[in-house]
Nanobody
Framework: QVQLVESGGGLVQAGGSLRLSCAASGGTASWSTMGWFRQAPGKEREFVAALKWGGGGPKYADSVKGRFTISRDTAKNTVYLQMNSLKPDDTAVYYC???????????????????WGQGTQVTVSS
């Protein structure tokens, strides 16, 4: 059973930066995909970025390419999302998730992910 705990959210002005962290426990296989999703009020949960725990990927949503960077530290069992040049449209609850399927594919549908963190709020003011 994988457990995920996000941290690092907060309030930031447009143009600013934040780094989100996701600490994983319970064992993460090298073929697992680690993903970040977000959900704004009244909107569906959407893919942000993902990579393979054992290396490979990453993949980004078009809306964050060039601004966000996903990375991992296997020694710390932690995945990061560095968010730069933040915009008010980036305001959402951000979730870390794991797709434990043994596949080389990096999937972007939230339905492919079977473990989720509790989420962390990111608010970008204009």
């Amino acid at each position: 059973q994988v457990q995920l705990v996000e941290s690092g959210g907060g309030l930031v002005q447009a143009g600013g930066s934040l780094r989100l962290s996701c600490a994983a426990s319970g064992g993460t296989a090298s073929w697992s995909t680690m993903g970040w999703f977000r959900q704004a009020p009244g909107k569906e949960r959407e893919f942000v970025a993902a990579l393979k725990w054992g290396g490979g990927g990453p993949k980004y949503a078009d809306s964050v390419k060039g601004r966000f960077t996903i990375s991992r530290d296997t020694a710390k069992n932690t995945v990061y999302l560095q968010m730069n040049s933040l915009k008010p449209d980036d305001t959402a609850v951000y979730y870390c998730a794991v797709d434990s399927t043994n596949t080389i594919r990096v999937l972007t549908s939230p339905y492919a992910y079977d473990y989720w963190g509790q989420g962390t709020q990111v608010t970008v003011s204009s």
